[in-house]
């Protein structure tokens, strides 16, 4: 008999993690708790057993779009693009999960930052989980077909759903984002408990969808880069009302380790004037494993992945890092530059883009992938 478990992710790792475990049929045959400090870390292989993480949904920004039909990282460039007002972290590093397509009408979509969801599956790694899914906590409620709200606690938090609206809100914020509209509250556990079942079985969208290539842990330099420049996300994802502000002594926390592991990797940013600032201009431009000759091949490669695209210049100097410039003939071709450089082991972030001419031109730094 196959199970699927629900594991909560909380707001930090210090706080237990419920979960539930299901049959096939919806019924709870496990109720508990995960917590770092009583966990092996052995990875929970149960080949019967498939496990749906909820994340926090005040992370995650949820909007239903009408998008152009392509393939998948098409579809994410276009949606990234029409969110870049509405994220407040960089737009390169956010996460762009897509819902299923339904009709002609707009299509979901959920953005996350990478870092964070990096973390949250680490997290969950260290308590011997590996999410066939993760899924924000708004998201697991129903969608009232008249222009009510659907509404359950999520630990501090407010989830909201209508059609074509999700959002976790502060508690003190719902009438504020509800705009008078009626709610319809869940808050008997069971009920709640059959959300949950529901959404494991089939997520209206899974957050790791949007992730271009496998993660690996890699030892050496470049993973201990990605941990930093991870760690120097310090901006919440959403530049919104439901928003609320953040914990200011996790903030304090954080800055002060990250701060810490500036001064342990990179000296020469430690002592400047803004030590996070120089840091990521110093992660932006460390070269790539395989030198100028390994990026040529995968950058040459990329390009003619792209019908139309041309590789117009590339040099490598201290301190500048590998550039290249590249044009194309739509702005969505760079997410497919990105993802095919992502298939050799390479990041992509875009210096400066423009129209020139009917093309799009690209200076873009390569580096190693995070």
């Known amino acids: 008999m196959s199970q699927t478990r629900i594991v909560i992710i909380p707001p930090a790792a210090s706080m237990p993690a419920p979960f539930l475990t299901f049959d096939a049929g919806g019924r709870v045959l496990q109720r508990g708790s995960l917590l770092l400090e009583d966990s092996a870390a052995t990875p929970d292989v149960r080949p019967d057993l498939r496990t749906v993480a909820v994340a926090p949904g005040a992370d995650v920004l949820v909007r239903w779009l009408d998008l ?58 260290a308590l ?120 200011q002594v996790a903030a304090d926390r954080a800055e002060r380790r990250t701060l810490a592991l500036i001064s342990e990797t990179l000296p020469d940013a430690a002592r400047a004037s803004d030590p996070m600032e120089a840091a990521r201009r110093q992660i932006a431009v460390a070269p790539p494993p395989g030198g100028l000759a390994s990026v040529s091949a995968a950058l040459f490669a990329a390009v003619e992945q792209v019908e139309g695209a041309e590789l117009d210049s590339l040099s490598a100097d201290p301190g500048q890092g590998v550039r290249a410039t590249v044009s194309y003939p739509a702005f969505s071709d760079l997410e497919t530059l990105r993802t095919a450089l992502a298939a050799s082991g390479l990041s992509m972030s875009d210096a400066s883009t423009v129209e020139d001419g009917g093309r799009v031109v690209s200076e873009v730094i390569v580096g190693g992938a995070a």
Do not use: N
């Open 128 to 247: 011997g989980v590996t999410p066939a899914a993760v899924v924000p906590d708004c998201l697991i409620l129903p969608a009232p077909a008249d222009d009510a709200l659907s509404a359950a606690v999520f630990g501090a938090d407010m989830g909201l759903r209508g059609m074509d609206f999700a959002a976790t809100v502060q508690s003190d914020l719902v009438e504020a984002v509800a705009g008078g509209r009626p709610l319809i509250r869940v808050d008997d556990p069971e009920t709640l408990e059959r959300l949950l079942a529901a959404a494991a079985a089939g997520p209206a969208v899974d957050l790791l969808s949007g992730l271009e290539r496998k993660r690996e842990v890699r030892a050496g330099g470049w993973r201990l880069a990605a941990g930093l420049a991870a760690a120097l996300v310090v901006s919440p994802l959403i530049l919104t009302l439901a928003a609320g502000a953040r914990d």
């Open 68 to 125: 152009p039909v392509g393939g998948a990282a098409q579809v994410r460039a276009a949606a990234r693009w029409a969110l870049k007002d509405d994220l407040a972290g960089d737009p390169e590093r956010t996460v762009v999960a897509l819902g299923p397509v339904v009709g002609e009408g707009p299509r979901l979509v959920a953005a996350v930052g990478a870092g964070l969801l990096e973390a949250w599956i680490d997290y969950l790694a």
